[in-house]
C-alpha cells in the first residue's frame, strides 16, 4: 500500500513558475518510478512526466518538455515537478502516482496508486 499527498498548487501568472511536491509513504520509496498526469474540466487525464526508481531516467510529454523538470529525493520520500513559463493551457488538477511493478512511462495503466491532486491555475 502507498499513500500519495501532493502539494503547491495555486495561482499563478502566465510566464510563472511553481514547484509541485508528493510526498509518498508505506512502501520503500527508493523502489518504485512515479509519474505526474494532470486533467483539466471536461477533459481526459494526461501523462506530464515520470521519473524512474533512481531518478536517472525522467521522461517527458512534448507539451512540457523544456519547461517542467521532474525529480525525486528518495531520503525524504518525494517527488517533485518544478514548472516554468507556465502557460493558460497548464491549468488544470496535477495528480501524482506511483507504478510499483515497472518503470513508470506515459500511460496511466502503468500506475497502482494516486494522489487526490493539487489544482494549479494560471491566468493570462
Known amino acids: 500500500q502507498v499513500q500519495l499527498v501532493e502539494s503547491g498548487g495555486g495561482l499563478v501568472q502566465a510566464g510563472g513558475s511553481l514547484r509541485l511536491s508528493c510526498a509518498a509513504s508505506?512502501?520503500?520509496?527508493?523502489?518504485?518510478?512515479m509519474g505526474w498526469f494532470r486533467q483539466a474540466p471536461g477533459k481526459e487525464r494526461e501523462f506530464v512526466a515520470a521519473?524512474?526508481?533512481?531518478?536517472?531516467?525522467?521522461y517527458y510529454a512534448d507539451s512540457v518538455k523544456g519547461r517542467f523538470t521532474i525529480s525525486r529525493d528518495n531520503a525524504k520520500n518525494t517527488v517533485y515537478l518544478q514548472m516554468n513559463s507556465l502557460k493558460p493551457e497548464d491549468t488544470a488538477a496535477y495528480y501524482c502516482?506511483?507504478?510499483?511493478w515497472g518503470s513508470g512511462g506515459s500511460s496511466r495503466q502503468n500506475y497502482e496508486y494516486w494522489g487526490q491532486g493539487t489544482q494549479v491555475t494560471v491566468s493570462s
Open positions: 521519473i524512474n526508481w533512481s531518478g536517472s531516467a525522467p
Open positions: 508505506g512502501r520503500t520509496f527508493g523502489s518504485y518510478a
Open positions: 502516482a506511483a507504478d510499483l
